[in-house]
């Protein structure tokens, strides 16, 4: 899912490389990947982006942890692979479903 790469890839262009984030600095990171996902969706012309956005949040959100996103936006950061995060990478499946949801 390329899609949610540029997503996380541009959410973290807003953090410095370091070990650990304040609880803030996640919740930035995340609410980032939201917005991007939406920004994204709207230079593309997706009517849908918005629902598939709020889809794919909900299902980070519930799914990873602090722990989790940190390392999305230390691997982002450094110029890896976020996809590299196990569970990331699980909820693939869950998130291509949110096209599905939405008509996509």
């Known amino acids: 899912m390329k899609y949610l ?3 996380v890839l541009i959410a973290s262009t ?3 490389a370091h070990a650990n984030y304040t609880k803030e600095q996640l919740d930035e ?3 980032s990947i939201k917005q991007g996902c939406i920004e994204r969706g709207k230079v593309r ?3 849908n982006a918005v629902s598939f956005c709020n889809c794919m949040d909900n299902i980070l ?3 990873l942890t ?3 996103f940190e390392e999305m936006a230390t691997l982002a950061l ?3 692979d976020p996809f590299q995060v196990p ?3 699980a909820l693939m499946p869950q998130i291509a479903m949110c096209k599905k949801d939405v008509g996509a």
Do not use: M, Q
Request: aromatic share 8%.
């Open 78 to 80: 450094t110029g890896k």
């Open 45 to 47: 012309k997706d009517e």
């Open 5 to 7: 790469a540029v997503i």
């Open 87 to 89: 569970s990331l990478k």
């Open 29 to 31: 990171f995340k609410d």
């Open 61 to 63: 959100r519930t799914n």
């Open 66 to 68: 602090d722990n989790h």
């Open 14 to 16: 807003t953090f410095s």
